[in-house]
């Protein structure tokens, strides 16, 4: 599975920006699916996740009522929509499809910088 983010950039705080995560070689329709992010010199960590059919989502306290998963099945295609960005959520922004400890797939990341 290769999965390609697009859609981030520089936004001022405050601003909004959409991520999409699109997959290729093969259907994401049993994975589970989500985001990470990693600040500059930290680790990385979870944002969020949409489990298989997108009945079920959870999200990182700080991102809560802010930030939005979705998936598209048909266009093989995750998203996130982050509404109130602040200058500490910069970061470099990954995606992941998660079926199991084997079968678990990784974006390249995607930088998203929020300006003060």
């Known amino acids: 599975v290769l999965l390609v983010e697009s859609g981030g950039g520089l936004v001022q705080s405050g601003g909004s920006l959409s991520l999409s995560c699109t997959a290729s070689g093969r259907t994401l329709n049993n994975f589970c699916v989500g985001w990470f992010r990693q600040p500059p010199g930290r680790d990385r960590e979870f944002v969020g996740g949409i489990n298989w059919n997108g009945g079920y989502t959870r999200y990182t306290n700080s991102v809560k009522g802010r930030f939005t998963i979705s998936r598209d099945t048909a266009k093989n295609t995750m998203y996130l929509q982050m509404n109130g960005l602040k200058p500490e959520e910069t970061a470099v922004y990954y995606c992941?499809?998660?079926?199991?400890?084997?079968?678990?797939?990784w974006g390249q990341g995607v930088q998203v910088t929020v300006s003060s």
């Open positions: 992941v499809a998660d079926k199991g400890p084997r079968d678990l797939y």
